[in-house]
């Protein structure tokens, strides 16, 4: 009977004795984040509104002599020069008109000329006393009533030149012509009848308004000086048009209106912009961005770095012990990923830009060395994927040169 329990026993004891020599298993590795320091970088922050391109000028065609039209000068739509004959009302009636006025011009020279020698000599006469001071008296007033009735013929004449003049219409400016009003044939009408209508295309205008706030902001930045008013320096505009990704036109400030309006609390503001190839046309929309702050350091952190604690802003910072600590931020603008942070964090915070979700405050981590680097920005500025951001974004300072 020993014999069989002895194995199990000796089994037993051996088991025991291997357990009693094993080692503790190692503490758990605290949970590794990547850290960096904030990016710093100069830039500058655009603020972004809609707004529609409007033309510097619109002008109704209307003719300045009624008439008959008789001909048209230009096709629909065309690109029209300033003086370019675009209707030619009948001038028949207008000839006639200056013909006969250049004729009573000529009996008035006529007459004119009689009663300058006429009064030449009466006045010889006078000095001789064969005639009466009354009777000279008469031939220098007829000599200045036909001199007068000249003056007045030359004037006639001068009209009717005018009016034969006026019977072709022509462009007052450069731009873009539209349909015509009315077929030739038809009876027009001086200063009533619309002919047709043009507006100039280079440069163009992008209108927009802005609110309060953004208004309030720009006058507290002229009042610190850190960015003029765009009364006094025309600020610069980058806009996109919708179905582009990217800011492309650039124009500036030319004009900021004197109030704000009342019902809706904004005001109108105004940026020309060059357009040689006649490309954008009054009408169009476009998103525009202006320059909404002057040339700042700014500390810039992944987007994804900025995590939100219920309605507070915060990131992530590992101290000398390599514990995690919260901070609450105050987020900036975007450019190309990377958040403008404006207060909260320093430049030689260690923060958490990787492993966010590992992250507690209090708690021990692994720090890990990263680096923050912005992605190449596009031709305008902005991200390659760019959606119309809510707020304003940042370029750095370097591109407005």
Same mark, same amino acid.
């Given at each position: 009977?020993? +014999? ?18 094993? +080692? ?12 960096? !320091? ?7 922050? =655009? ?73 030449? @000599?009466?006045?010889?006469?006078? /000095? $001789? ?22 003056? $007045?013929?030359?004037?006639? *004449?001068? %009209? $009717? ?9 022509? /462009?007052?400016?450069?731009?873009? *012509? ?13 200063? %009533? ?55 492309? =036109? ?17 005001? @109108? ?11 954008? !046309? ?12 002057? *040339? ?90 760019? *959606? ?10 370097? /591109?407005?040169?």
């Amino acid at each position: 009977m020993f +014999k069989y329990l002895a194995a199990p026993a000796l089994l037993m004891m051996t088991l025991l004795a291997a357990g009693c020599g094993k +080692k503790a298993e190692p503490a758990a590795r605290p949970p590794e984040v990547v850290v960096s !320091t904030p990016l710093q970088m100069n830039v500058v922050d =655009w603020d972004d509104y809609v707004g529609q391109f409007v033309a510097v000028d619109s002008v109704d065609v209307r003719p300045r002599v009624s008439g008959y039209l008789q001909s048209i000068g230009f096709k629909d739509g065309d690109i029209v020069k300033k003086g370019q004959v675009l209707f030619i009302i009948d001038p028949r009636p207008y000839q006639a008109a200056l013909d006969q006025a250049k004729g009573q011009e000529a009996h008035a020279a006529a007459a004119a000329q009689n009663a300058k020698t006429e009064a030449a @000599r009466g006045q010889t006469l006078l /000095a $001789a006393k064969a005639i009466s001071a009354q009777a000279y008296d008469a031939l220098v007033a007829t000599d200045r009533q036909a001199s007068a009735d000249l003056v $007045a013929a030359q004037a006639a *004449v001068r %009209t $009717a030149a005018l009016n034969l003049e006026f019977t072709r219409v022509v /462009a007052p400016l450069d731009g873009r *012509v539209s349909d015509r009003r009315v077929a030739p044939g038809n009876l027009v009408t001086a200063d %009533t009848t619309v002919l047709t209508n043009i507006v100039n295309l280079n440069p163009i205008r992008f209108a927009f308004t802005g609110s309060e706030s953004l208004y309030l902001k720009y006058q507290r930045e002229n009042a610190a000086g850190t960015r003029v008013s765009s009364r006094v320096n025309p600020t610069p505009v980058q806009i996109r048009l919708q179905d582009e990704p990217t800011y492309r =036109w650039n124009g500036k400030i030319d004009f900021v209106d004197n109030a704000l309006d009342t019902s809706s609390g904004a005001i @109108r503001g105004r940026a020309v912009v060059d357009n040689p190839n006649y490309f954008l !046309t009054p009408g169009m929309f476009g998103h525009m961005r202006l320059m909404g702050s002057g *040339v700042y350091r700014g500390l810039l952190v992944p987007d994804q770095a900025v995590a939100t604690d219920q309605s507070r802003q915060v990131v992530y910072v590992v101290g000398p012990d390599n514990k995690v600590a919260q901070r609450v931020v105050q987020p900036g603008p975007l450019y190309n990923g990377l958040r403008v942070i404006r207060s909260g964090v320093s430049a030689s915070d260690r923060v958490v830009i990787g492993g966010i979700q590992r992250a507690r405050p209090g708690q021990a981590v692994t720090p890990r060395q990263g680096r923050i680097v912005t992605a190449a920005p596009d031709a305008g500025g902005a991200d390659s994927d760019y *959606v119309p951001p809510p707020a304003s974004t940042a370029t750095p300072a370097e /591109a407005m040169r």
